[in-house]
């Protein structure tokens, strides 16, 4: 995470603790996306040797909570990932050595589903990539394809366990060439039914993912959406109410794709308190959603359907000043959430009294 705000949870007790109070200021029931580094156990293990054993506490939690799980391999912050290569590796052994990570991940993922009894996706990114131009893109590509090939051999249910992959544009140490581009990704994925994660800041920066949703969907039987908000880069700040999450919610909606599409949010921002952080960015995203889910899309449809668009323009326009904010404010009283800005005081108080008191 980017930022050093004081009272980041140090073992994964803290970390739950902390999400329980974020959730309790959040309308709605919703999952929590864990990565593999977030293994709750006493014992030194490797990635490629995780088993289900290693997550119990989590779904134990879940449970408690009414909370689904997905999940993450962690293709990074790792010796066997400092040269910016995992899947696509070169040296057989290391690959041997990711390949061998995200099929325990696969595994871990369907243990979340089958023990929940909410579907888990497993969505794959890994870092590789080269700093300069290189000569042959053509390789890693065929490595990767390989690597996936032999990840997803095994049949999971998929009721239990979903798999995506996910694309990037570049990223620091890969400015000139990324492996699992978009392209690839978007071939591998339709070809192979898997679903394709789109990631708010893994293109370029003045690329909207909102416009891709509806050309997917033509070949996919669901999407995998990371919600972020990039900077030039991609940064991941807090999620805002921006044009592009509202558009964003705009194309879930208009397009009926809600029950296929997987929405989770990036936090990386540390640069303030984090359970404000995780508040913020959910209760803005579930408001784009709303909003969209209070237009008149078939009569919006309607006038479009018939050439009326001088009507599609006014009524659009119109709807912008529509009192939105009074049915989130009902929305967040039915579901026992404090309305507008009052959690802001609730979540001052943890940092006083819980987070601050925390060992560096």
Known sequence: MTGQY???ARTAEQLRQDLEKA???IPGRHKVNLHAIYADTDEEVELDRLEPKHFRTWVDWAKQQGLGLDFNPTCFSHEKSKDGFTLSH???DIRRFWIDHCKASRKIGAYFGEQLGQTC?????IPDGYKDLPVDRLAPRRRLKDALDEIFAEELNPAHNLD???SKLFGLGSEAYVVGSHEFYMGYGIQNNKLICLDAGHFHPTESIAGKLSSLALFTDGILLHVS???RWDSDHVVIMDDELLDIGRELVRHDLLDTTHIGLDFF???INRVAAWVIGTRNTIKALLRAMLEPVDALKAAEQEGDFTTRLALLEEFKTYPFGAVWDYYCEKNDVPVREEWLAQVKAYEKDVLLKREV
């Open 164 to 166: 995506a992959v996910e």
């Open 6 to 8: 004081p009272g980041a």
């Open 269 to 271: 921002d540390a640069s």
């Open 121 to 125: 996706v497993t969505n794959i990114w």
């Open 90 to 92: 070169h040296d057989p």
């Open 23 to 25: 959730f309790s200021f």
């Open 229 to 231: 908000r990039p900077m």
